[in-house]
């Protein structure tokens, strides 16, 4: 398998002289057979700046920096595959800070690229090539013209055609997930946010976050708009946004309008949980699905990350507990890394984590980070790491009811993949 390299104007080749390594955490390691799969479509492969590839001399079997003007390359994959290495590179300067990406292990193999990755999620409700670009702007323009006064649509606009979110075109294209953002506020300073950087953090946002309170009346009209399907979804709490739950009186009075309207399709919240009494309000105006974002059940860890504001993990657990004892679908959307997330010590927490709160789904996502900036940032490993294939299988054989996934499904959906899982 050889290594891939870019040169200095992004081209990027294959190197018959070096074999391609990967990363785990910190450290560079081979890449095995079993932890690769075709470049999935909808990937895009990625120079990384300021860094030189790392790979095995073919020759004499020597561990090295491949020689000349090269950088590494990563590939970022689409929603519905998780990320099992990093790419092999050492950074050219240290103190540069790679953009807010989930760079994962590419190679060049049998005429072709490979990752190191895992299909966990079927990818074609999220494949870009799903969304025609000419249709999705003329939806835009018929719902900016049919709610003329509503900023949410204004908003979400941008979303869709300047960044490309497909939630953000859902909800003009009218299927599956949508997007109805609604807080401009965060009860926690997550080092890794991609609507809010401070000015010292050595990386800007790739997105911009929200910047108005919605009215109710806003917000009614885009869920009204969407629930029109018994599978259509529609989802406070997006990644333009800070923690929706901080707005919790608009969504329950948005909740309790819409439900009183129409009883179609689901309404789910992504959040962190944080603020207990908040959610304990919206699940009781009917929330149907709830996505709690986590990136541990280890207290050092999560705080290290997320840096919470007046709340702990204890009060994300109770939220989840609430919400399942409600009849919710809770879900978490596991926020995982090559050389952490399979640390022994993150993976029997996390077990029992999932145990207790009585999850149904775990949505992995491959963490958008400069690796060394997050490794510095949190707790070095107390035990084995296990690599990330292993971790996938120890979370199956631990938690059989619980489905490994990568975005939210709505019940019916959940228990196909289970059973799915159970047959093979």
Not at 63 to 75: D, F, I
Not at 110 to 131: I, S
Not at 161 to 172: H, K
């Amino acid at each position: 398998m050889n290594l891939v390299y870019a040169d200095r104007s992004g081209n990027v080749y294959d190197h018959p002289d070096f074999i391609g390594l990967g990363r785990n955490g910190e450290m560079v390691t081979d890449i095995l057979e079993e932890e690769l799969i075709p470049l999935p479509e909808g990937a895009t492969l990625v120079s990384l700046p300021d860094t030189r590839p790392i790979g095995v001399h073919a020759a004499t079997g020597e561990m090295r920096v491949v020689p000349g003007e090269l950088n590494a390359v990563g590939a970022l994959l689409p929603q519905g595959f998780t990320r099992l290495l990093l790419p092999g590179y050492a950074k050219a300067d240290k103190s540069a800070v790679l953009p807010l990406f989930g760079y994962t292990a590419v190679v060049w193999k049998d005429g072709r690229f490979y990752v190191a990755a895992e299909a966990t999620d079927d990818p074609e409700r999220w494949n870009p090539r799903n969304c025609d670009p000419n249709e999705l702007e003329l939806q835009v323009n018929r719902l900016l013209e049919q709610y003329g006064d509503n900023r949410l649509y204004k908003h979400l606009s941008n979303c869709a055609l300047g960044y490309e979110c497909l939630t953000a075109s859902n909800t003009f294209l009218n299927r599956w997930e949508g997007a109805v953002p609604v807080s401009f506020s965060c009860n926690a300073g997550c080092f890794g946010c991609i609507s809010e950087q401070p000015e010292d953090s050595g990386f800007p946002a790739p997105q911009t976050r929200m910047n108005f309170k919605p009215s109710v009346e806003e917000v009614v009209q885009v869920m009204m708009e969407h629930l029109k399907t018994p599978e259509s979804i529609i989802s406070f709490g997006q990644g333009c946004e800070g923690e929706p739950s901080t707005q919790a009186k608009t969504i329950i009075d948005a909740m309790r309008e819409v439900r009183s309207r129409t009883d179609i399709g689901y309404i789910n919240i992504n959040t962190n949980a944080g603020l207990t009494d908040h959610i304990r309000g919206i699940v009781d105006a009917g929330l149907d699905l709830m996505r709690v974002s986590t990136i541990s059940a280890l207290d050092d860890h999560y705080n290290a990350y997320y840096k919470p504001r007046g709340y702990t993990l204890k009060h994300v657990e109770k939220s989840l507990r609430y919400a399942a004892d409600k009849g919710v679908v809770t879900s978490i959307n596991y926020l995982i890394f090559p050389g952490v997330t399979d640390r022994e010590e993150e993976i029997e927490a996390m077990i029992e984590f999932v145990r207790r709160t009585d999850l149904k789904l775990i949505q992995l996502r491959n963490l958008n980070i400069d690796p060394e900036s997050y490794l510095q940032l949190i707790p070095p490993a107390r035990g084995e790491r296990y690599g990330m294939k292993q971790m996938l299988d120890i979370f199956r054989q631990e938690l059989p009811d619980v489905v490994l996934g990568s975005y939210t499904h709505v019940p019916g959906e959940l228990l196909d993949k289970r059973n799915k899982h159970l047959q093979r």
